[in-house]
């Protein structure tokens, strides 16, 4: 950009001189500047698949794992599931925080954390799989290791990452449009992730080939034989090595693909505290109806995915293919990604909420009113997908509006964007920690029995709870609340106008501050 003089707005000289020329070239030059290419939005994309892979991995098989394969109590599980969240959750305004402070570099603001902390969230990753050779300190091994991925994923991926798409562009559509290809991408990446975990842990068979043999009689007394566990053990390391080098190559792609743009810095634009962040964000009415809408949706999502390889193995006894109704739910969710995406831009983003997260609820409670059958399990699997891809696509590509809204309302605001991001994923983190927890808590008072190959006839009712009618239950509060959610497409459109012409006054140059000797910049 070239220098210009003048203090807090374009030198009226500058614009006298052929103005309609200069104004229509510059106008021109930022429309191209802000459209992104195939490869970036792909590139931009692929760098969120690892989140999703890593995520779903520990979403649909943490709890499975550490109950039949770590062999840790319920009650000790119930504490690694609910610590590490709630871990989790504190870490995201934390780091929003300081990536909000941190300074520019050549390579963006937000790129530099996604960059050099890959290699500890890899570690710390594949060591939550590994089963130590020791019984004392076991649950203290995992809650660390837990806690250390969860903090390094935030730092590294979650925050920085989710922020970014404010820096790719400052167009919507553009944003709008790479945040399709990323919900794609990162919902592929659950399928992978899914697929990864589920084919190479579910291809071993943990209980005693008379197992099934006995279904009908006394089953209770098989339990899983020590070359059974022992070949379990090394399923889940030989996954998670595989979903480690896939994290590695996903990042790469990201640094090398996408190029973060310089961010628009007003002059006297005012740097938040983490205080006043706070008081501003939790204050901004729409961004407030939207997180807590999302966060009973989200709710009942997390409640399904953390329990349903569970309910699937021990209410409906699909032990061997469960890790395959899984994948058929991620594979269902994305091929129904690019038609949200279209009915979205056709009908809104408030109506695809209500019919996308709806459209779950019937499924939800198919799965328990009939008698266990592997071919209507299938056939709900593949319907319930398509709401999950819903739930994935929608409150990622309503964020950017509520930023845009706050940027309308405060424009002389700067270094909001990553607290937006840290603390909508600050809640959703937290309650689905306490629900993990409480749900894995209840399985020990039902009566689960680690290591056992059946469970007790209450560990069965409990499961059929927490998969249909608690999640039912808090979607029709979720919905209701994002009834109220004031940024329909008339406000969105609105606002983007504004947004447009704040940029355009001044768009002609890079201005001089001479009384602090320092440059304010703009798109």
């Not at 052929?18 to 970036?40: G, H, I």
């Not at 050779?133 to 730092?155: A, D, N």
């Not at 068979?205 to 279904?215: H, I, S, T």
Request: net charge positive; with cysteine; aromatic share 14%.
């Amino acid at each position: 950009m070239a220098r210009g003089e003048g203090a807090e707005q374009c030198a009226a000289t500058l614009l006298s001189v052929k103005a309609v020329s200069v104004e229509s070239r510059s106008t021109t030059q930022t429309v191209q500047r802000n459209r992104l290419t195939f490869w970036s939005k792909l590139c931009y994309a692929i760098g969120g698949a690892p989140y999703q892979i890593t995520g779903t991995a520990l979403g649909f098989f943490l709890q499975i794992f550490l109950l039949d394969v770590a062999q840790l109590d319920p009650f000790y599980a119930s504490i690694i599931l609910f610590v590490g969240r709630a871990w989790d959750a504190i870490t995201d305004p934390t780091v929003g925080f300081l990536v909000s402070r941190s300074r520019s570099t050549r390579i963006g603001r937000m790129m530099p954390c996604t960059l050099f902390q890959t290699g500890f969230a890899v570690v710390t990753y594949f060591l939550i799989w590994f089963v130590p050779p020791f019984e004392q300190g076991k649950v203290v091994f995992y809650l660390i290791f837990y806690c250390l991925f969860q903090s390094m994923q935030t730092s590294d991926f979650h925050v920085p990452y989710s922020a970014l798409t404010m820096f790719i562009s400052t167009n919507q559509k553009e944003r709008d449009s790479a945040t399709a290809y990323r919900m794609t991408i990162e919902v592929l990446g659950t399928v992978l992730g899914t697929a990864i975990q589920g084919q190479i842990v579910g291809g071993t068979n943990d209980c005693p080939a008379e197992f099934d043999a006995a279904k009908s009689g006394n089953a209770s007394k098989f339990t899983v034989s020590t070359a059974s566990l022992d070949e379990s053990k090394k399923a889940y390391l030989r996954a998670s090595g595989v979903i480690c080098l896939i994290y590695v190559l996903c990042t790469l792609a990201l640094f090398l693909g996408v190029k973060e743009r310089q961010e628009s810095e007003r002059y006297r634009g005012q740097l938040l505290t983490f205080r006043r962040g706070l008081y501003m964000v939790m204050s901004h009415g729409p961004y407030v109806r939207l997180v807590v809408g999302f966060l009973f949706t989200s709710l009942a999502f997390m409640l399904l995915e953390g329990n349903f390889a569970l309910f699937l193995t021990y209410t409906l006894g699909h032990r061997k293919d469960f890790h395959n109704i899984l994948l058929v739910i991620m594979l269902s969710g994305t091929l129904t990604i690019p038609w949200w995406q279209w009915f979205l831009t056709r009908f809104g983003k408030k109506m695809a909420v209500y019919f996308g997260i709806t459209w779950a609820v019937p499924f939800m409670i198919l799965i328990i009113s009939i008698k266990s059958n592997l071919i209507v399990s299938y056939l709900v699997s593949v319907a319930a997908g398509a709401s999950v891809a819903a739930a994935f696509l929608l409150p990622w590509s309503m964020l950017p509006d509520v930023v845009d809204d706050f940027k309308v309302k405060n424009p002389g605001v700067q270094g909001h964007e990553a607290l937006f991001y840290s603390f909508f994923v600050f809640f959703v983190k937290f309650a689905s920690g306490v629900s993990l927890g409480i749900s894995t808590l209840s399985l020990k008072f039902a009566g689960y029995k680690t290591g056992a190959c059946v469970q007790p006839q209450a560990v069965s009712l409990t499961l059929r709870t927490l998969v249909s009618p608690v999640p039912v239950v808090l979607i029709i509060v979720g919905l209701l609340i994002l009834r109220t959610y004031p940024i329909d497409e008339k406000m969105r459109q609105e606002n983007q106008k504004l947004l447009q012409k704040m940029l355009s006054s001044c768009s002609c140059s890079a201005l001089w501050d001479t009384d602090n000797h320092q440059m304010c910049l703009f798109y």
